[in-house]
T-cell receptor
Framework: GAVVSQHPSWVICKSGTSVKIECRSLDFQATTMFWYRQFPKQSLMLMATSNEGSKATYEQGVEKDKFLINHASLTLSTLTVTSAHPEDSSFYIC???????????FGQGTRLTVV | AQSVTQPDIHITVSEGASLELRCNYSYGATPYLFWYVQSPGQGLQLLLKYFSGDTLVQGIKGFEAEFKRSQSSFNLRKPSVHWSDAAEYFCAVDSGYSSASKIIFGSGTRLSIRP
C-alpha cells in the first residue's frame, strides 16, 4: 500500500508553546488529508479535513484557531497545536487520500505530551 | 449520519480459540467498511476492507470479515488466535469516494489473549 509518513513520532513541549506535526504522502498525491486525535484507551476522533490549497473543514467542537492546519501541497499537510496545554496531550494521527476508488492511508501517529 | 458501533469493549479469548469481533454500522447506502488493528502506542494497520463484491473478505494475519447488509454488520473473525493478536481493533466506515469522504471509527474492542 501507499506510504504516509508522520513526523515527529513523539514530542514533548512546554505549556504555552506551539508544536507542528507533519504528514507526508511519500508515493502518491493526496487530494485530501484528515487529522485525528486519540485519547488513551479511546477511539480516533476526526478533527478536520483538509484539501490542498483550501481551508480545512473542522469537526464540531474543534477549535480552528488552536489547531491550525495547512495543506500547502499535494504531498504535505501540517497540524500546528498553538499555545499547547496539558489537556492537548494526545495521540494525533493523519491520513491521506489520493482520490478515486482508493482508500485513505494512515500515518504512524504522533504522541504529543505537554508539560 | 453514519456511525459505527462496536458493542464489545473488551474481549478475552484463549490462545488457539476462535474469535469474532462485532461491528454494526448505520448508513443509508452501502458504505466502504474497514477493520484496523492498533498495538499499544502504535499507529493503525489495515487488516481488511470491503468495497463491493464478495461479502466475505479475507485480510492479513488470517483475519476475515463478512458483510451482512440485512444486519448492517461487518464482523471480524479468526479461526485460531495467537498471543500476538492482542491489540485494539477498530471497525470503520467511509461514506465513499465520490467526494472528499472521511472515515468514522467505532469505539474499539480491546482483545486480550489468555495463555
Amino acid at each position: 500500500g501507499a506510504v504516509v509518513s508522520q513526523h515527529p513520532s513523539w514530542v514533548i513541549c512546554k505549556s504555552g508553546t506551539s508544536v507542528k506535526i507533519e504528514c507526508r504522502s511519500l508515493d502518491f498525491q493526496a487530494t485530501t488529508m484528515f487529522w485525528y486525535r486519540q485519547f488513551p484507551k479511546q477511539s480516533l476522533m476526526l478533527m478536520a479535513t483538509s484539501n490542498e490549497g483550501s481551508k480545512a473543514t473542522y469537526e464540531q467542537g474543534v477549535e480552528k484557531d488552536k489547531f491550525l492546519i495547512n495543506h500547502a501541497s499535494l504531498t504535505l499537510s501540517t497540524l500546528t497545536v498553538t499555545s499547547a496545554h496539558p489537556e492537548d496531550s494526545s495521540f494525533y494521527i493523519c491520513s491521506a487520500w489520493g482520490g478515486g476508488g482508493t482508500e485513505a492511508f494512515f500515518g504512524q501517529g504522533t504522541r504529543l505530551t505537554v508539560v | 449520519a453514519q456511525s459505527v458501533t462496536q458493542p464489545d469493549i473488551h474481549i478475552t479469548v484463549s490462545e488457539g480459540a476462535s474469535l469474532e469481533l462485532r461491528c454494526n454500522y448505520s448508513y443509508g447506502a452501502t458504505p466502504y467498511l474497514f477493520w484496523y488493528v492498533q498495538s499499544p502506542g502504535q499507529g493503525l494497520q489495515l487488516l481488511l476492507k470491503y468495497f463491493s463484491g464478495d461479502t466475505l473478505v479475507q485480510g492479513i494475519k488470517g483475519f476475515e470479515a463478512e458483510f451482512k447488509r440485512s444486519q448492517s454488520s461487518f464482523n471480524l473473525r479468526k479461526p485460531s488466535v495467537h498471543w500476538s493478536d492482542a491489540a485494539e481493533y477498530f471497525c470503520a466506515v467511509d461514506s465513499g469516494y465520490s467526494s472528499a469522504s472521511k472515515i468514522i471509527f467505532g469505539s474499539g474492542t480491546r482483545l486480550s489473549i489468555r495463555p
